[in-house]
């Protein structure tokens, strides 16, 4: 048989087999995990799929700690930039400076040489969620 989509609609549910109206939104805000139910339901025949359960783990990532050596003149690059991060998952680190030049991935805690400028910092975990931070060196 061919499904036809304009027959069938999605009924969602909450945790605890609540209807609710629309599709869930998660709100990144708050961290902890929110499970939905979703069930396919064809309009015209009434019959049901088994409910698929739909579950959203929303969690902080953060830059615990920026250390920072600023260079000794503005022309050296002689400065140097450790960014430390957590978050439930492994985490990196990367730059982009004077919104031109972009970095590779560092590991957390790796600490680089650098010149004056303009860096914002972009802490990105495994599963490529991230969090932003700016620094400026004179």
């Known amino acids: 048989p061919v499904l036809d989509p304009a027959s069938n609609d999605v009924e ?3 945790s605890n087999l609540q209807g609710i109206e629309s599709v869930p939104i998660v709100s990144t805000t708050d961290t902890g995990t929110y499970t939905y139910y ?3 339901v064809n309009t015209t025949t009434s ?3 088994p409910l698929s359960e739909i579950t ?3 969690y902080r990532i953060e830059g615990t700690s920026i250390e920072k050596e600023a260079p000794t003149c503005y022309d050296f690059v ?5 960014v430390t991060a957590n978050g439930p998952l ?4 990367s ?3 004077d919104d031109t030049i972009v970095s590779a991935l560092y590991t957390s805690g790796q600490e680089l040489t650098v010149g004056a ?3 914002e910092i972009t802490i990105t975990d495994i599963n490529g969620c991230s969090s932003m931070k700016y620094l400026e060196y004179k």
């Open 95 to 97: 730059y982009e400076k």
């Open 12 to 14: 969602w549910f909450t």
């Open 56 to 58: 959203a783990k929303v």
């Open 38 to 40: 979703a069930q396919n």
């Open 117 to 119: 400028g303009v860096y």
């Open 47 to 49: 019959c049901r799929s």
């Open 78 to 82: 002689d400065g140097t930039l450790r």
């Open 90 to 93: 492994d985490t990196r680190w």
